[in-house]
């Protein structure tokens, strides 16, 4: 027999939501990431639970028990109980009557195998009883300890039910599966043969799972994937996988975190902002370190303009792209950019400059104090000014 443990699901504010449940003869399971995270060792985020009763069971149950109730997605089952200040969100046994591709028709159901059988990958379809008791409907169990990505049963009816499941079967590979077991030649398969479904999907959930994707520690091998199988030039005209896990490897000898933007600027491909309707922060830092890479813009100067993250980032970039050893130096350089103040304002210029003779010196004396080094201090960039008067400006 086969437990879940850990104090996400000890907890008493957790407990009570299920005896909510249980006490009136009702099943309550635990389903999903949190069972499976729990059986990986890895954190437990959000607590989802499946039951038989109704939507308007679970909101009769939540209010005799002094829970406050959220009806969140109660056209489709979903009810968010909250018990001490912690969301659970209980959803009703469901199975599918009609689906388009994008969303489906459910049916309430008393069978757990039935709400099972409508999800996606087996390893999502493991349920968990109060007291951490796994139930394992469709062999997902086995599949989560070999690192297997499977759909459940057909693949290619599982993603003509949505076709988001396309990009969720290669973020959930980029996350869970196994380099030694492989991608599973089932799903790759019925992925290659149904491209075209991913043009009913919104750029909004298409860039959400990417961004997902490329956060994962390695997404070398599932991008490869999305390569091979035509998913990633449908997504990304002219993105190209194949330095993807190199930078993972400058990553990993620096002890850099995965930054999925850092990943999207080697992985290339044009409007990529547009087409994963990136949010204008991330669409400008992805434009910023993408311009620097290709301008070549000296890494102090990216610190300075645009901070540490985004140097060393276009550091990072610049080391796959040239194949040179990564530079210590050019880090080191890229932080202190960062942290260089100008020491001169506008006043420090007036009277002998004004109108745009003023903003040209600045400008000027800016990017010689950028090319020092930033080691120009006040007193000598005032000199260079005094030096080159206002009569010496070619567009005065």
């Known amino acids: 027999m086969t437990r879940v443990t850990g104090p996400w699901i000890t907890r008493q504010e957790t407990q009570a939501v299920c005896l909510m449940l249980t006490a009136a003869g009702h099943q309550a399971y635990f389903v999903g990431g949190c069972v499976r995270n729990a059986l990986l060792g890895q954190p437990v985020d959000d607590i989802d639970i499946s039951t038989d009763a109704r939507p308007e069971r679970v909101m009769d149950l939540a209010a005799q028990a002094g829970l406050k109730a959220v009806p969140t997605g109660i056209d489709h089952g979903t009810i968010t109980v909250v018990s001490g200040h912690i969301p659970h969100e209980i959803t009703t046994f469901r199975k599918d009557v009609e ?19 409508r999800r996606d990958f087996t390893m999502n379809a ?58 599973d030649p089932d799903a790759l398969g019925a992925i290659a043969a149904n491209l075209d479904g991913l043009a009913q999907l919104s750029r ?28 990633l030039s449908r997504l990304l005209p002219g993105a190209e996988a194949r330095m993807i896990p190199v930078l993972v490897h400058m990553e990993e000898a620096t002890g850099t975190a995965p930054e999925p933007l850092r990943r999207l ?32 813009t000296a890494v102090g100067e990216v610190g300075y303009r645009w901070g540490a993250e985004i140097a060393r980032d276009v550091v990072l970039i610049q080391a796959v792209l040239s194949e040179h050893p990564l530079s210590a130096q050019d880090l080191a350089a890229g932080a202190q950019g960062a942290g260089a103040v100008f020491p001169l304002k506008a006043a420090d210029l007036m ?23 930033f080691t120009l201090d006040r007193a000598a960039l005032l000199t260079r000014a005094d030096e080159a008067g206002p009569e010496a400006d070619p567009e005065g």
């Open 265 to 296: 600027a080697v992985l290339g491909g044009d409007e990529v902002a547009e087409r994963l309707r990136l949010s204008r922060k991330d669409a400008q830092r992805l434009e910023q370190t993408r311009d620097a890479v290709q301008e070549m």
């Open 351 to 373: 009277p002998a400059y004004g109108g745009p003779a003023l903003g040209r010196m600045l400008k000027q004396l800016e990017a010689a104090w950028i090319a020092s080094g």
């Open 99 to 117: 689906t388009d591709g994008r969303r489906a028709v459910v049916a309430f159901s008393d069978d757990l195998h039935d709400d099972a059988l």
């Open 204 to 231: 909004e959930r298409v860039g959400k799972e990417m961004l997902k994707l490329l956060a994962a520690k390695d997404p070398g091998m599932a991008l490869s994937s999305m390569q091979i199988t035509g998913v």
């Open 126 to 183: 493991l349920y968990a009883d109060a007291l951490g008791e796994v139930t394992d409907p469709v062999a997902g169990l086995a599949d989560l300890t070999r690192g297997h990505v499977r759909f459940i049963e057909d693949p290619d009816r599982r993603i003509r039910e949505d076709y988001l499941r396309i990009l969720r079967f290669f973020r959930f590979y980029a996350w869970y599966g196994a380099p030694s077991t492989g991608a």
